[in-house]
């Protein structure tokens, strides 16, 4: 069983093994949000299932007439990609064929950004067979893998149940009671730029949760696109925390997709699970009453 990173090497082999699998395609562009399926059309790992970000993996906000985003009553989460119940996500699992004793691999184009979203749904789930295939499709193509091109053929429907939690999320209301406590700390992924509150390019507000520490999500990857070697992201993410506890640390960024790989790069980092706030800055800045901070 892979339950964080797969190299190509290894996925070819379940694939030539015919193993109890299903590979998900996650990628996207958050200023394009029909590309991603378009490069999945164009070239994919034989086999793969599209998981759009914004239809699989989020349960769309409704705007109201200020143009405020208002999360589903059934959502799990708030922000611009708030997570969908876990038996909605259950029953997307169950449509495209996924079964509980199955092996999920997920990639994506984007630096393990959109894939690490669905890598932690299925962990939320109580999910533990899958993983991220280190390097997404270029590691697969610079591997030799087989591509290919237009939609797959549906799977037959199954009955995907889900089991207890493995990984936690965190609230805003959660973030919110525990601020400035020696029992949270805070990691934000998104750029050093937003972080500040230089620039918001998505959000109505500038800034970041007072408290905070920036680690880009991009800081876990080597320049072959692959997470680093566990000695060096733990010895970065020691610095981060400069003494803190490992085990108060709860991830964020925008709208909790890019902080997943910051979560999967300390668990390969050996510190074991952290939490998740899915909701992040997107609805923390919506929060009325909510501090916050720049610089």
Partial sequence: MHTTLISAEQLRDLMGA???????DCSFDLMDHAAGEKQYLQAHIPGAVY?????????????????????????ASGGRHPLPSREKFAMWLSGVGFANDMQAVVYDRNGNNYCGRLWWMLK???????????????????????????????????????????????TTGQVARALGEPGQTLIDARATARYRGDVEPLDPVAGHIPG??????????????????????RAEFEQLLAGRDPKTVVHHCGSGVSAV????????????PTALYAG??????????????KG
């Fill in 18 to 24: 015919r193993a109890r699998l299903m590979v998900f």
């Fill in 51 to 75: 998981a759009h970000l914004e239809h699989a993996l989020a349960e769309p906000p409704q705007p109201d007439p200020k143009g405020n985003l208002l999360p589903r009553a059934d959502a």
């Fill in 124 to 170: 939320w789930v109580g999910h533990d067979a899958v993983a991220v295939l280190d390097g997404g499709l270029k590691a697969w193509r610079d591997a030799g893998g087989e591509l290919c091109s237009g939609a797959e053929p549906s799977h037959f429907q199954t009955n995907f149940l889900p089991r207890p939690p493995l990984r936690t999320l965190v």
């Fill in 212 to 233: 905070a520490l920036n680690r880009p999500f991009g800081s876990n990857l080597g320049p072959d696109g692959r997470f680093k070697p566990p000695q060096e992201l």
């Fill in 261 to 272: 790989p910051n979560l999967i790069a300390m668990e390969l980092a050996g510190f074991g």
């Fill in 280 to 293: 992040s800055w997107s609805e923390w800045c919506r929060t009325p009453g909510l501090p916050v901070e």
